[in-house]
């Protein structure tokens, strides 16, 4: 049974990768409201409107490393509402401007503001906050006997590795995310057990802890089999289209993984944009052959796109 303990929910190993004890994900809520608003709603009221900011715009962004150009006068906006894919070769400078954007690689030149905040004039730590990520090299920060609804926490708190008990209001918005992201029924399982699929859906309900206004995805499915990567797609392209959720950001190396939710789309090459723009603009065989330096041709099914070569 759940322990309950001054406001907290204590879990306990149990056999076969199970965690004994804990909350039940109650089924009737999901979505951006309830737990997260009642019981983790700080600076949220008010009342006053917020003004329409770009999400993030660059202008001029370098990367300068040992003489080598990382990045070379990379600019790029994102507006709310939009939902980008980010597509390049091995090495063209994708996951470098996502260390640049979330404040773990210092720009050598360039403008940066991200959420309406500029780089160098606040704490970028404060504003990682606001920003989700889900990324495989998360994964290796995740205890193997940590169950799935306490990873899912640790998100509201910027942690890895929780540190303490879940509050049973932070329970209940977790099983709230975790239904939203696919994976409710993998609350109590630990961690060490999850397949690749899994662990990537209950990394995006754990992104979705702190309500981000960004949400960034680098590579989510790479790793998965097709049924894991269809399903997990799926889940993504809900996301995409709810009202008021986050903007999306997807590094992908397959046209096949962009969904019909993504509308913009930056393609890169040796640390410069090969384009930028609404997708129909942008993903043409041309310029997905420029990107890559080869031959390319490009076909549709079920409404999404397939490349092939030649």
């Given at each position: 049974m759940t322990e309950l303990n001054k406001g907290q929910v204590k879990f306990s190993a149990g056999r076969a990768g199970e965690i004994t004890g804990g909350m039940p994900c109650a089924t009737g809520e999901t979505g951006?409201?309830?737990?997260?608003?009642?019981?983790?709603?700080?600076?949220?009221?008010?009342?006053?409107?917020?003004?329409?900011?770009?999400?993030?715009?660059v202008e001029g962004l370098r990367v300068l490393r040992d003489e080598a150009v990382i990045l070379d006068g990379v600019s790029w906006r994102v507006e709310r509402g939009?939902?980008?894919?980010?597509?390049?070769?091995?090495g063209c400078g994708k996951t470098s401007l996502l260390k640049v954007l979330l404040g773990y690689l210092?720009?050598?030149?360039?403008?940066?503001?991200?959420?309406?905040?500029?780089?160098?004039?606040?704490?970028?730590?404060?504003?990682?906050e606001e920003i989700g990520l889900v990324s495989?090299?998360?994964?290796?920060?995740?205890?193997?006997?940590?169950c799935a609804l306490n990873t899912v926490v640790s998100g509201a708190r910027a942690q890895l590795?929780?540190?303490?008990?879940?509050t049973v209001a932070e329970a209940r918005a977790a099983c709230i995310q975790l239904r939203r992201a696919g994976a409710d029924t993998l609350a109590g399982r630990a961690w060490g057990v999850l397949s690749q699929g899994e662990r990537q859906r209950v990394l995006i309900a754990r992104a979705l802890m702190a309500r981000p206004k960004l949400l960034i995805l680098d590579e989510p499915c790479a790793g998965m089999d097709p049924v894991a990567r269809e399903a997990f797609l799926a889940r993504m392209e809900r996301i995409a289209r709810e009202p008021r959720g986050p903007g999306l950001v997807l590094v992908a190396h397959h046209v096949e993984e962009i969904t019909p939710a993504f509308t913009h789309a930056l393609l890169m090459r040796g640390g410069r944009v090969v384009a930028a723009g609404p997708r129909g603009r942008v993903l043409t065989a041309a310029r997905l052959g420029e990107a890559f330096g080869t031959r390319v041709r490009l076909g549709r099914r079920g409404g999404r796109l397939e490349l092939r070569l030649g």
């Open positions: 951006w409201g309830g737990a997260l608003t009642g019981a983790m709603g700080a600076g949220q009221g008010g009342g006053m409107k917020s003004v329409r900011v770009p999400l993030l715009e939009q939902h980008w894919v980010l597509l390049g070769p091995n210092t720009p050598s030149g360039g403008e940066m503001r991200v959420l309406g905040e500029r780089y160098g004039a606040h704490d970028w730590r404060e504003l990682r495989s090299a998360l994964q290796a920060a995740v205890p193997a006997g940590e590795d929780l540190w303490g008990e879940p």
